[in-house]
């Protein structure tokens, strides 16, 4: 079942305090973002915070469940987790659940970004950043050599002396 237009306002209402989230639709529920991460999710009217590590077990201790979503392999858990019922009474009480969803997502972002520099890989920018300088400069570089490799030259033809 999609969430419905008042629980997703309820929702934003709630995290409000965390940061300034922006919310989009995805695979019949909604991403809560924030900073550039996703940090939360709506599915059926409910909100999940996500949890790493580090506050994972703050979830568990709290009684919090699991968001499990139904794949064809069968039941799949994820990082996810529904806050306390009093959390979703009032944005001050919401606060210190959307600060550890936030800080997780921040942690798996930089941890992502990190292994790419590990690899040797380059991090894409998203759609619409500005190309970092020296990727530009790169790019230009190539282009122009590409053009003048791109006329060949006749093996029969001699270079002027």
């Not at 909604?30 to 077990?57: I, S």
């Not at 930089?110 to 790019?139: F, M």
Request: proline share 9%.
């Amino acid at each position: 079942m999609p969430n419905t237009p008042t629980f997703v306002q309820h929702a934003v209402d709630l995290l409000v305090l965390v940061a300034p989230v922006q919310v989009r639709a995805m695979f019949g529920g909604h991403g809560v973002y924030a900073e550039g991460v996703m940090f939360a999710l709506l599915d059926d009217d409910e909100l999940f915070l996500k949890a790493d590590d580090a506050c994972r077990e703050r979830f568990v201790e709290a009684g919090c469940q699991r968001w499990v979503y139904q794949s064809p392999r069968g039941p799949m858990p994820t990082s996810y987790f529904r806050p306390p019922d009093e959390a979703h009474e009032d944005p001050e009480a919401m606060l210190p659940w959307g600060r550890l969803a936030l800080d997780a997502a921040l942690r798996a972002q930089a941890s992502k970004a990190a292994t790419a520099r590990g690899k040797g890989k380059v991090a894409t920018p998203k759609r619409g950043a500005a190309q970092p300088a020296r990727a530009r400069v790169a790019k230009e570089r190539a282009e122009r050599s590409g053009a003048r490799q791109a006329e060949p030259r006749s093996r029969t033809a001699r270079r002027p002396r």
